[in-house]
Structure formats: C-alpha cells, structure tokens
C-alpha cells in the first residue's frame, strides 16, 4: 500500500470528522436561533408587522438547522465508511 494512499484517506476522515463537529455545531446554533448567525439566514422579506418578520426568520433558521443535521450525519457516515475502509487496507492479509 502506497504512501499517498494512507496519507489521502486519513486527511479525507479528519476532514470528514471535523465537517460532522462543525455542522453539528452550526445545527445547534440555528436550532436555538444565535443572534450572531443573523446575517446567515440570506434574504428576507420586509413585512410591516414584526411578528410575521420573526415568525419568518424562525422558520428560516428552522430549516437552515434541519439542513445542518443532515448534512453532518452524512459527513458521520463518510467518516464511518472511511474508517471501515482503513481498517481493511490496516488489517493483516488472511492467508
């Protein structure tokens, strides 16, 4: 097994694993609406009345949450099958 090859599949599961901790993180932050994630929601309607304004933004970092979670555990699963894999190419040959 070459170098390259091992070198490229353990950068490829920390990305992977750090990928899954940020999403998760990010996921959590839009779930219990982080002021500071604000900006991040994109554009938004300009309605008059402020609850229809915070019922919007609400339901945006909803979504935006859902999306994050999603995309983690897929992340997560990348790591897993990374890791399964490695284990494979690590193992003794059977003979």
Request: charged share 15%; glycine share 4%; net charge negative.
């Amino acid at each position: 097994m070459g170098l390259c090859k091992m070198c490229c599949l353990v950068m490829t599961l920390i990305i992977s694993v750090w990928g899954a901790v940020m999403l998760a993180v990010f996921g959590f932050f839009f779930k219990f609406r982080a002021v500071i994630l604000l900006n991040s929601l994109g554009e938004l309607s300009e309605s008059t009345q402020p609850e229809e304004f915070l019922k919007e933004i609400y339901n945006y970092a909803d979504t935006i949450s859902l999306n994050c979670y999603i995309s983690a555990a897929l992340y997560a699963i990348m790591a897993f099958a990374i890791m399964l894999y490695f284990f494979k190419l690590t193992s003794p040959a059977e003979t």
